[in-house]
């Protein structure tokens, strides 16, 4: 059974950087049919797409979030990283991290979700 699991600050201050990890078990990041993806969810809007990291290292951004977004991975730890700099209360929101099945591109399994909060 794969498991996703978000860590990271609840809370972050405007301009700074806000970083997380997710830690996944039960099966490798560098298995050859699978993504691991960011997505988040701001209050009382949809899921948005942040950008993902395929299992060969190489990673993919959403447009608007590129110039700001950076995702790595620890294959040491079976982990991979988001960070989101220069945030403002806007970043605000539930962040996922999810795995992607690259052949039919649906996610397969969730992290349960960390809530972010951009205040000072």
């Known amino acids: 059974q794969v498991q996703l699991q978000e860590s990271g600050p609840g809370v972050v201050k405007p301009s700074q950087t806000l970083s997380l990890i997710c830690t996944v078990s039960?099966?490798?990041?560098?298995?050859?049919?699978?993504?691991w993806t960011w997505i988040r969810q701001p209050p009382g809007k949809g899921l948005e797409w942040m950008g993902l990291?395929?299992?060969?290292?190489?990673?993919y951004y959403s447009p608007s979030l590129k110039s700001r977004t950076s995702i790595s991975r620890d294959t040491s730890k079976n982990q991979f990283s988001l960070h989101l700099n220069s945030v403002t209360p806007e970043d605000t929101a539930v962040y996922y991290c999810?795995?992607?099945?690259?052949?039919?591109?649906?996610?397969?399994?969730w992290g349960q979700g960390t809530q972010v909060t951009v205040s000072s």
């Open positions: 999810a795995r992607e099945v690259e052949l039919d591109l649906r996610y397969d399994y």
């Open positions: 039960g099966g490798s990041i560098t298995t050859n049919v699978y993504s």
């Open positions: 990291i395929a299992y060969d290292g190489n990673t």
